[in-house]
């Protein structure tokens, strides 16, 4: 195997939202560190921030070598153009081999321009990372046609690799208080933080506050809820589990429920304790954001549908007459009146 210059390591672009460590960057990090094990090369994560609940320390503990600190007032809002131009001033100055970021919506938008500046490739969206044994290229994997089938994709030429990850795609593992690492304070010049962008102010999106990705429960419904209405019966049920709603694309693009619930290939990934999917045929699109719930309940009146040959529990007839019985099985054994 190639082994790389240890200054040629990971950068993992961080992500901080409000001034709370988005958990996609301890994933990401220690994921980095596994890969990096294998090459023999460092990890940087780097935070741009005005604030921030954490200690930039944690990111050791889960296995960076360094930590890169922008701290700035000019940075309490999202900005593509200044996050952009920091970004890759750091990349030109610690030269990484590989970059990666969480595919939130600031990674997805920060990584494509990035890669134009540079003048390299960008795998995003991608379900998988692994080193290349003969190469020590990163392979990067992730769903291509429509989901249909899995595409493996190489930078063999292009410096740096890029690549964004889905949140939630790698298990993240205990912290490791013992590591230890650096934490180091970058200052940038004002013309990085100029900007054709000009914030008028900062609304919170309502919708987001629940944030399915975070539910140990989540309640789907499909195409086969029928109504908009109809979906109150889900949040019945997930209410009553202390779950999140869900929903699969035919729900959304019929505006029954917002994008923010969508599951899937172009929504999120969930990886909860237990996924209802009601009225949801199952489509490898659907799955591509569920399949690894460790335990799928299906509600569905055809027993052909897909989604029955992944579930755990299969209950085949109308999701009209079941939901209502399970949330009176619920309700009954947990003394809880309707
Ligand atoms: C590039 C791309 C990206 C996509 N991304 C996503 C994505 O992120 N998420 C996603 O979900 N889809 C996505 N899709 C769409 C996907 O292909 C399917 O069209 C979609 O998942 C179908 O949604 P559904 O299962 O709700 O609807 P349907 O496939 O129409 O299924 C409805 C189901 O409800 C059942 N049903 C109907 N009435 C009842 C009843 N009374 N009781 C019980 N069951 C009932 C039916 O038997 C059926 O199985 C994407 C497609 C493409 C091409």
Redo the contacts with the bound molecule.
């Keep these: 195997m190639r082994r790389g210059s240890p200054s040629k390591g990971f950068l993992v672009l961080g992500e901080i939202r409000s001034g709370c460590l988005h958990s996609a960057t301890l994933e990401l990090t220690s994921k980095a560190r596994l890969l990096a094990d294998n090459l023999g090369i460092e990890v940087s994560t780097l935070l741009m921030y005005s604030e921030i609940d954490t200690e930039p320390e944690t990111l050791v503990h889960y296995g960076a070598d360094r930590v890169l600190c922008v701290r700035d007032d000019r940075l309490s809002l999202f900005d593509q153009e200044v996050h952009s131009k920091i970004l890759c001033r750091i990349i030109e100055e610690i030269d990484p081999e590989m970059v990666l970021a969480p595919a939130t919506t600031s990674g997805r938008t920060i990584m494509p321009a990035v890669a134009a500046m540079l003048g390299t490739g960008l795998t995003a969206d991608c379900t998988e990372l692994e080193i290349d044994p003969d190469t020590g290229l990163l392979l990067q994997t992730r769903p291509a046609i429509?989901?249909n089938i899995m595409a493996t994709i190489k930078t063999p030429e292009r410096r740096p690799q890029m690549a964004t990850v889905r949140p939630r795609t790698f298990a993240i593992p205990a912290p490791n208080p013992d590591r230890r690492g650096r934490v180091t304070a970058m200052t940038f010049t004002d013309q990085c933080f100029e900007s054709r962008i000009k914030p008028l102010g900062h609304e919170r999106f309502q919708e987001d506050d629940v944030n399915i990705q975070d539910r140990d429960i989540i309640v789907s419904?499909?195409?086969?809820?029928?109504k908009e209405d109809k979906f109150s019966l889900l949040r019945e049920l997930a209410g009553l589990l202390d779950g999140g709603v869900g929903?699969?694309?035919?729900?959304?693009d019929n505006k029954w429920i917002g994008y923010s619930h969508?599951?899937?290939?172009?929504?999120k990934v969930v990886a909860p304790k237990v996924y209802f999917a009601?009225?949801?045929?199952?489509?490898?699109?659907?799955l591509?954001?569920m399949q690894t719930a460790e335990l799928v309940v299906a509600?569905?009146?055809?027993p052909e549908?897909p989604?029955f040959r992944v579930a755990d529990i299969g209950l085949c007839?109308?999701?009209?007459d079941?939901v209502p019985r399970v949330i009176e099985g619920i309700r009954a054994r947990e003394g809880v009146s309707g």
């Design positions: 429509g989901g419904g499909g195409k086969g809820m029928k929903a699969s694309r035919a729900a959304v969508q599951v899937g290939l172009s929504g009601v009225g949801i045929s199952g489509s490898v699109q659907h591509a954001g509600i569905n009146k055809d549908a989604i007839g109308d999701l009209f079941i």
